[in-house]
């Protein structure tokens, strides 16, 4: 199958649209910890990074973490 670029960037604009529409947190069951992620990139220079938090059943703080992946493409970071 051979995109052309035009078709990939059309393809990228819809996935951001869709990532910006608003999520509802809902806690994990009881004994477990929920993990959630984010990555992000930088247009302008290609800085990545990616982190995340876990969370409780009832919303407590446990851990987080985030680490610089260097220089990437928007779709790389969120891969």
Known sequence: M?????AIEKSVAV???AA???SIW????DLWIKLNTKSACREEDGFASWGGVAQDR?????F???KF???RSV???EL
């Open 2 to 6: 051979n995109l052309s670029l035009k």
């Open 15 to 17: 996935q951001r649209t």
């Open 20 to 22: 910006c529409s608003p």
């Open 26 to 29: 809902s806690p994990p069951l």
């Open 58 to 62: 009832l919303s407590s703080w446990r």
């Open 64 to 66: 987080e973490f985030n």
């Open 69 to 71: 992946i260097g220089i």
């Open 75 to 77: 779709i790389d970071a």
